[in-house]
């Protein structure tokens, strides 16, 4: 942790993006200078249904504290079908992450089209300050500092978190 | 009839369609050196199919053994109850193995000692050649003790904070030893994610969140195609509640798309591997 991150918590969210709709949608609100959250970091996909849910839960153990999955409106996928399969899929996933005790609020869909952004900006600064009020997600993996020796107190907390985990 | 008698059945007529040479091996169950446990047999001779039984501690399903022997000389006789029966169909659907090859005992089952058994809603088999002994006379639905969902039901009627506590226990438990996969009878591929080491699908250190990341995904491979027989939970050998999370994944399909249960015929679709115009998107 560093040392600033109590104070200044800046939650890291992962989007992954459908290079036909919501990837163009992004390029366009950067094309207009709209200001949204840094907090995005943006992963193209060919389709919103190239996602496996396992990405999601990936992201969440390697540190992300939010994720979303973006993908053209029905009907206008590129692939004809693509976020057809999405739709049921995360439609699931939603309801499993919730029974795995992650909160669902750090989970989105969003339908968003080439044209619209605006509403990538919207939902992008919607999504950092819901995960950003929840705080960091505790399914992160913790990893030990393997080059230098812990201090004491900091064997003794990690020997607890180990323990919790 | 008592489980002597109907061992007896299966011996007849294991031993006359070996004598026959209508089939290459009986798969059954015969005894270990344990009272309360049996596993599984095949019977390849006549002098075999003396050593098979059917008892109250017959837990194990058998369907899974079909996918190691995909192209068998003649047929294989297979004891079906109901679990095998479903799996029986869902691989056929999957192109695991082909009915033609085999030759479908069906066992209408009482239910074993086993404590998912009291939730099944098909003790009866749904595919067979033919039945050794008559089938239940009440409705299978009837006749469960459970609910459909006890598992699920039971983590969700927890908190939030609850369930990350629960499930923080179950997979600090679990040492992925991967039996629920190998054990799953509808779990197909070729080559499981989890054996892809360099790709690193996943981590490989013991921590919880990796291990969940791991039961959550194979719940989520498998989950629309479950039948439900609780394969999984039997070969777990930490004894991890994991039926719990395909149980929920049925539950949430039955809330979205009502009634939905695999296995009943060789022809269903699996829900993720469908859609549908209509479907719900509430949160998108």
Redesign the interface.
Known sequence: MGINEATTYEPKILAFCCNWCTYTGADLAGLNRMKYPANVRVVRVPCSGRVNPQFILRAFARGADGVMVCGCHPGDCHYTTGNYFTRRRFMLMKKVLEFNGIEPQRFHARWISGSEAAKFRDAVTEVAQVVKALGPAATKVTTQASSKAPASADIESSVQKEGAL | MNYTEKTKLIQTRAAALLEAGEVSYVLGWGATRFADKTRARFARSPEEAATLVYNEHCTQSLAKYLVDDRWPETRIAILARGCESRAINRMIRDNQIRRENLLILGLPCEGTDAERCRSCRAHDPVVYDELLWEPNSTGAAAAAELSRYYR?DA??ALS??E??????DVY?RCIRCYACRNACPVCSCREC?VDMHRTG???K?H????N??FG??R??HV??RCIECGECERACPMGLPILA?TQ??LK??EA?AGDYEQGLDAAQDN??GA???D??????
Not at chain 2, 279 to 284: G, H, L, P
């Open positions: 699920a983590v969700d939030a904070a369930k990350k506590a629960y499930w923080d600090a994610f699908f996943q981590g250190r921590s919880a969140t990796d969940q990341t959550v995904t719940a989520f989950g629309d999370q929920k994944i949430e399909i979205l829900y993720l859609f549908d115009l479907d719900k998107d509430d949160f998108m």
